[in-house]
């Protein structure tokens, strides 16, 4: 039963990364297809005539150089080169190569990521653990903790991991996709930052804290919804200052806190801070500021760190947890209700002037395989420093598809 949106052409390949056998079409036959607001908002976009298209496959390899050339065990370097490719392979090109790389780069030059391999479990349990990275990035952390996690749901049911005292941890769908492909349900949250402020707050308390959750399906692919409980994610402005597009009303505060309501063009993303998710309290801010606050006891307080609030400088925090299908239902007949589920919304009549209705996870499914067949678009401006970066390190730069 193919997609409507689709024609009966499109192909079914079991993609890895994937969990699913998705009805998407493959390379320009899919791009003529989908509309490109689905992946992101138009004034995120880098425009066409910035873009630049690299391999899967070459991004890998110099990702991978490069953390090995910080200092990074093999193994480290393309755990990390996995999580930053995978992020741009599904189009979530806040947290891929082009904002993150530079910034872990910095950390690891100045002193403020250890490069070196392990971490120290704190406390155990056969479905628990709570574990101090000391100062390692999150990407190249997460995977371990959320295997783990899975590792703990195979023989308990449910597994929990929460990690302090940690670098960035990238996108948090990735983990909690790492779940879904060993059939089981992902769920992350993240506590790290002082960037949105509380509704009524004059100043930043909290953190964008993001949330994840993913959930296998049989043939449709599968939910994956990552989402900032900010009004507009942190990277997003970074994004905006990049292309030059303004930030729409509700989206950020004046430095006292104060809802910008009107289009404003950003050039300095610290001139601002975050609203929380709804952007007024008449919109719906309380209900971003309790997302927040909740992701902040799960990833925080549950491991026994304190909120960056209270520790400014106390690293980022990451609550992982992987459910067991089979301990619950019938795996088959999860994955089958999922499909129903799943296809019933992506079938729905969508409203004047839309094309199609999504649901979280599958135009990231559809983008994998349309950027593993015609590249990952980047700005030029990434390249160039991609050029500089592996001159500094003495690796091979980055090569494009052209």
Not at 105 to 134: F, H, N
Not at 180 to 196: E, H, P, R, W
Request: proline share 6%; net charge neutral.
């Amino acid at each position: 039963m193919a997609s409507p949106s689709l024609p009966a052409t499109a192909t079914r390949p079991r993609e890895n990364g994937l969990g699913c056998t998705p009805l998407v079409a493959t390379g320009r036959q899919r791009a003529a297809q989908i509309r490109e607001g689905d992946m992101i908002l138009e004034r995120f976009k880098v425009p066409a005539k910035d873009q630049v298209h690299v391999s899967e496959a070459a991004l890998r390899r110099t990702v991978t150089q490069i953390f090995e050339k910080l200092g990074l065990s093999k193994e480290d370097a393309a755990e990390g080169a996995d999580v930053l490719t995978m992020t741009d392979l599904r189009g979530v090109e806040t947290h891929g190569v082009s904002n993150m790389l530079r910034q872990y780069v910095r950390d690891y030059k100045a002193g403020k990521l250890d490069p070196r391999p392990g971490w120290r479990v704190v406390r155990q349990s056969p479905g628990t653990a709570v574990i101090d990275a000391e100062r390692r990035l999150g990407i190249m952390v997460g995977p371990k903790a959320m295997r783990l996690a899975i590792e703990k749901a195979r023989a308990v049911g449910v597994g929990v991991v929460t990690v302090y005292n940690s670098g960035h941890f990238g996108a948090i769908g990735h983990y909690a996709m790492q779940a879904a492909l060993q059939d089981m349900v992902g769920v992350c949250f993240t506590g790290a930052g002082l960037s949105v402020v509380p509704t009524f707050a004059a100043k930043p308390l909290l953190g964008t804290n993001p949330i994840a959750l993913a959930a296998p399906a049989g043939r449709e692919a599968p939910m994956l919804f990552d989402a900032a409980t900010s009004a507009i994610a942190g990277n997003k402005i970074r994004l905006a200052i990049r292309v030059g597009s303004p930030l729409l009303p509700g989206w950020v505060t004046d430095k006292d806190g104060n809802p910008i309501m009107e289009e404003k063009p950003v050039f300095n993303r610290d001139e601002y801070h975050q609203a929380p998710l709804g952007g007024t309290r008449e919109q719906g801010s309380h209900k971003g500021y309790g997302f927040a606050l909740m992701a902040e006891v799960l990833s925080t307080v549950l491991a026994g760190a304190l909120p960056t609030m209270l520790a400014p400088a106390s690293g980022s925090k990451t609550h992982f947890a992987a459910y067991n299908i089979e301990a619950f239902t019938d795996l088959e007949q999860f994955k089958n209700t999922m499909d129903d589920m799943l296809k019933t919304l992506r079938t729905a009549q969508p409203v004047e002037g839309q094309e199609r209705v999504l649901y979280p996870g599958l135009s990231e499914a559809e983008e994998v395989l349309h950027r593993r067949a015609e590249g990952i678009p980047l700005h030029k401006e990434v390249l160039q420093w991609f050029a500089e970066c592996a001159k500094d390190l003495g690796v091979a730069p980055l090569e494009s598809m052209s």
